[in-house]
């Protein structure tokens, strides 16, 4: 479980987004939030609320930190 109580994996992602451009120029990352079903990138994705909502509380919790260390 992470500091917020909410399961989490590690991955590397080969993914061309842009927080691998970004990484050149500053330390960078990515969240993700689990898609209903596993769909992702088509009109039919769709992502729990709750999801939603952990995955704020993270980012927010990961901004924090940042900033104050």
Known sequence: MGEAGYPETRLTSGAGHDASYLNDVCPSAMLFVPGVDGVS?????????????????????????????
């Open 41 to 69: 990138h088509r009109e039919s994705e769709s992502t729990e609320w709750s999801d939603v909502v952990a995955g704020v509380e993270v980012l927010g919790r990961a901004v924090v930190k940042s900033a104050t260390v």
